[in-house]
């Protein structure tokens, strides 16, 4: 008895193990399967994590303006003693369109009950639905040749599938607007704007549905306090020397004041009507576009020792010093390649102008960069895509291009030196010597100037 008594405990004995071994079993299998269930919750994609970071911190940044709103508001008060200046909820759900997919936001909003007073969003203006850069993207894929019809799906590649709303019919809408944001820009006044630097250019598109190509003309301006700002951009016949008179004209009607100094091209209508239109203007020619010329006159095998003395000239610290380069140049080329010593050497004088101005400003000043940089991401495939649609079109998405790159533009270096050269003071290589404030004069005393260098 007593053996089987032994063995029934250690029946017992194993089976209560074995009860012990199914719970710990079980225990672990339901651990792995909410393991398994968390994990698959957290499996998102990289888009979609940056989809959630951007939603939160525009919630955050706009919950923070209107925050700031208030507290700038709370002291006053009506009769009763109540806030003017309170919150009132949030405005219906939007879908924002932005360069990190759509988001859904819904908008605080602000009770303003001051008089003639509205809150109005600097981050999220009222009806926006896409994010400037999204539509940024429109006129540069336009220009580059992309039909209306193609947009959803180029967009879509380029910002994933919840990006919806770019149709053809988006588009054309977008055109008519931009179009006639134009059309009331080219007829603002101008008299009460002072451009001292100008750069000119034509900027050449392919149009599908016209036999020419569509000719941009452009100007950029520096003004007074350094800033870069969009003159003028218009439909030109090849750069002929009427369509650019046609533009000065233009601007000298609605009160352009003739600047201190242009640069262009070696394009000669736009030289041609500058001097008729604003015959005190200097002229600089652009430093890039001539190496380019110069160049093109050489052998693939002298280009970049060629390119390498061009830099010299233009880089030099001084007009002798150009100067100085260029006779090396003429004299290592003129006997072989007089082609190329004579497109340098022909424009002697507008090569050298930049001289003549602030040191800080050469940079600015030798080329036309302002313009083509602008440009460069639409230009760089105009020779393989078929481009814009039609040359309103084309200039409509050009004028938007520049319009939001403007935004963008920081000013020229030493700014303050800008309204200096307005006033007239010559900068002899890049420096100026200008009177100090000078002592009151007494009726037996000559007052010599002193001079001091900027």
Request: hydrophobic share 40%; glycine share 6%; net charge positive.
């Amino acid at each position: 008895m007593k053996r089987k008594r032994r063995i029934l405990q250690g029946d017992q004995t194993k089976t209560g193990k074995t009860q012990k071994g199914e719970h710990a079993m079980e225990n672990r299998i339901t651990s792995t399967t909410e393991s398994e269930i968390y994990q698959s919750e957290m499996k998102v994609t990289l888009d979609q994590l940056v989809q959630r970071g951007a939603q939160r911190m525009l919630e955050a940044a706009l919950e923070a303006e209107v925050d700031s709103y208030i507290q700038q508001h709370q002291a006053e008060r009506d009769d009763a003693g109540h806030a003017l200046v309170v919150r009132n909820g949030k405005s219906q759900e939007r879908p924002i369109h932005t360069g990190a997919g759509v988001l859904p936001i819904k908008a605080p909003r602000v009770n303003d009950k001051r008089a003639g007073q509205k809150f109005s969003s600097m981050i999220l203006p009222p009806y926006m639905r896409r994010a400037p850069r999204l539509e940024e993207a429109v006129p540069v894929l336009y220009l580059r040749g992309l039909s209306t019809g193609d947009f959803s799906e180029a967009l879509t590649v380029l910002l994933g599938k919840a990006v919806t709303g770019f149709s053809a019919t988006t588009v054309t809408r977008l055109l008519s607007v931009w179009q006639e944001e134009r059309k009331t820009w080219q007829k603002r006044l101008l008299a009460d704007k002072q451009y001292v630097y100008i750069w000119a250019d034509g900027v050449h598109f392919n149009v599908r549905l016209e036999e020419d190509r569509l000719a941009c003309l452009v100007i950029i301006g520096v003004r007074t306090d350094g800033v870069k700002e969009v003159i003028a951009i218009e439909d030109g016949y090849r750069e002929s020397t009427e369509s650019w008179l046609t533009l000065l004209r233009d601007l000298k009607a609605r009160g352009m004041q003739a600047p201190k100094l242009a640069m262009a091209d070696g394009a000669l209508g736009f030289w041609a009507a500058l001097k008729q239109v604003y015959p005190t203007t200097e002229g600089q020619r652009c430093w890039v576009h001539k190496i380019a010329n110069v160049l093109d006159k050489l052998p693939k095998r002298l280009q970049p020792k060629a390119k390498d003395q061009l830099h010299e000239i233009m880089r030099a610290p001084d007009r002798q010093a150009a100067q100085e380069e260029m006779e090396r140049f003429t004299r290592a080329f003129a006997d072989k390649y007089p082609k190329a010593v004579d497109t340098l050497t022909k424009d002697k004088a507008q090569l050298f102008t930049f001289f003549d101005y602030p040191a800080a400003h050469w940079i600015h000043l030798r080329t036309t960069n302002a313009i083509e940089s602008t440009f460069s991401t639409v230009k760089a495939r105009t020779r393989v895509t078929k481009g814009a649609g039609s040359r309103k079109a084309g200039l409509a998405m050009a004028f938007k291009l520049l319009m939001m790159a403007e935004k963008r533009w920081r000013r020229v270096n030493s700014p303050q030196l800008v309204a200096v050269v307005q006033a007239g003071v010559r900068f002899p290589d890049g420096q100026t010597r200008i009177l100090p404030d000078m002592p009151k004069p007494s009726e037996n005393s000559v007052i010599m100037p002193v001079e001091v260098v900027v």
